[in-house]
């Protein structure tokens, strides 16, 4: 079991084992499908789609990080019930941000990011909670889990290297569904 770490209000981290061929297998997967014929892709602003929906049946590769995600989920206090997940990735090219937002669309329990490819000074998230600004800059390997309804941004990425992570929300299991690992 991972080490999960409450860092305020519904919020925590967790260092996922990022070795570096576990890394490069999901960033190779993702590479491999982001312009897949089935890959769905929305959130159009800027030049670029925000997120990337690989297929989940194609991408292999990403099994053993949700494992490890459902793992975490299950640490958080109230949330040890049957869960599914959704996932999408979220490639950021410098000079790129990522608009104040929330993932609160109906049945999500908990929301969050891996980073998986973080250059330095790519941006940092920035989750507004009630009384003041978080700040926290990724680092490849880092997860975040946070309540669906916690707006969140991402500050312009000012590398040279596009960022490359995955948000996902997790929520209770539909009958009929075998999403969990």
């Known amino acids: 079991m991972l080490d999960m770490q409450l860092l305020q209000d519904g919020i925590y981290s ?10 490069d297998e999901i960033i190779k997967g993702f590479r491999r499908l982001e312009n897949a014929e089935d890959t769905r892709k929305s959130h159009f602003f800027d030049g670029r789609y925000e997120n990337i929906y690989p297929s989940r049946d194609a991408f292999t590769e990403i099994e053993p990080l949700l494992e490890v995600i459902f793992d975490c989920a299950h640490q958080v206090p109230g949330k040890d019930q049957s869960l599914e997940i959704s996932f999408w990735f979220n490639q950021m090219q410098p000079g790129h941000s990522t608009t104040l937002h929330t993932h609160d669309d109906g049945y999500e329990l908990i929301s969050g990011v891996y980073y998986l490819d973080v250059p330095e000074g790519s941006g940092d998230i920035l989750l507004h909670l009630p009384e003041q600004l978080l700040k926290i800059s990724p680092q490849a390997g880092l997860m975040l889990m946070f309540p669906p309804d916690l707006a969140h941004e991402v500050t312009r990425n000012n590398s040279n290297r596009s960022r490359l992570s995955m948000a996902f929300n997790i929520g209770p299991q539909k009958i009929g569904l075998s999403t969990e690992t």
């Not at 967790?14 to 890394?23: E, G, S």
């Open 14 to 23: 967790c260092r996922l084992p990022a070795t570096p061929r576990y890394l």
